[in-house]
């Protein structure tokens, strides 16, 4: 799908006067549109993780402007961004100075990494996890994307051995000036010499290309009898808050339905406010086409009644002329 399709919508409908978005969040977004329209980063359509190459656009933008094509899969319902952004966006993305800012309302890694570490900090993630497992000093805990390791924090307290994995440096170096044990890698090239009893996967399934293959690379990391975590943002069919940091938006259905392709066997899957969460072990799952069919005739059923109400073009209600100005730029540039 060529860019000027995506944005095509906007043609179509009136921008409604709406709340503001923050000056040097704005700037941001026009910059990094700008260098989509110019060519700089190309946006290519993928299949669905069902195999589908059939979808309908649902949006064109994200909650703070950025050009974010949603699609649902006329398949499975599976709701993603495509087509997509390639791997080097992302790290472009994530290495820009704003990057805290727009997305973690934090001046920068460090002060990112110190408001994260609070007493709570992984407490849901532990008392989801310990009903399933005996935590002792002979078990080995791992976090991917684990930040500087704030959810670590109750399961080292409980006496576990704890590790981390995280790709930004600045992160995983405070996650050490802290006494966790992260190391500066990605999922790749990290080779460990033990097994892990317990792998934990918060908010990081639904921010790469491909979360089946991701999370079959992972699991190969996890002892037999090891659980998995998984922790990603929900499709809520009322208020779908879409963000470009995130490729990918679970229901329960799908979530269930996709992990089950990486030989995880649910033990535990719930929504919890706008997430959803699951305990896995490893083992082979009987999958339910019902499931992909029940998926997406109710996502498909929620889009029908947002885009009735506008929501999904904009993701979110623009009020100030000042986001206005952010739309003017598609309209120059089509
Ligand atoms: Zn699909």
């Known amino acids: 799908m060529a860019i000027h399709e995506i944005l095509l919508p906007f043609r179509k409908y009136h921008i409604p006067e709406t709340e503001k978005i923050k000056e040097d969040i704005r700037d941001f977004v026009l910059k990094i549109n700008e260098q989509i329209l110019q060519g700089k980063y190309r946006l290519e359509e993928h299949k669905c993780l069902c195999g589908s190459e059939d979808f309908d656009l649902v949006a064109s933008i994200d909650r703070y402007g950025f050009i974010d094509p949603i699609s649902v899969c006329r398949n499975c319902g599976l709701v993603s961004i495509n087509p997509g952004y390639s791997e080097i966006f992302y790290k472009d993305l994530h290495s820009a100075e ?55 924090l109750p399961f080292k307290q409980a006496g576990a051995q704890v590790s981390g994995i995280e790709t930004d440096e600045e992160l995983a170096q405070w996650g050490n000036k802290t006494g966790i044990n992260i190391i500066n890698s990605d999922i790749e090239k990290f080779d460990p010499k033990n097994k892990y009893n317990l792998l934990i996967l918060a908010n990081v399934l639904n921010k790469v290309n491909h979360p089946v293959n991701y999370i079959l690379k992972a699991i190969k990391l996890l002892s037999d009898n090891g659980l998995t975590y998984i922790e990603v943002p929900l499709f809520h069919p009322d208020k779908p808050r879409f963000c470009l940091n995130s490729q990918y938006y679970f229901t329960p259905d799908s979530f269930k339905y996709f992990f089950a392709e990486a030989n995880l066997i649910p033990l535990e899957v719930k929504v919890r406010h706008d997430k959803i969460i699951g305990i896995f072990k490893k083992g082979i799952y009987q999958n339910s086409p019902f499931l992909m069919q029940r998926n997406k005739k109710n996502t498909y059923k929620a889009i029908t009644k947002l885009k009735r109400k506008n929501y999904l073009l904009f993701s979110k209600k623009i009020k100030s002329r000042d986001d206005v100005l952010v739309f003017r730029i598609f309209e120059q540039n089509i």
């Open 98 to 152: 704003e990057y805290y800012k727009v997305f973690h309302n934090s001046q920068n890694a460090r002060e990112y990494a110190l408001a994260n570490f609070t007493p709570i900090a992984g407490q849901n993630i532990f008392n989801a996890v310990k009903p399933y497992i005996e935590l002792n000093e002979n078990t080995q805990i791992l976090e991917i994307q684990s930040g500087a390791g704030w959810h670590l």
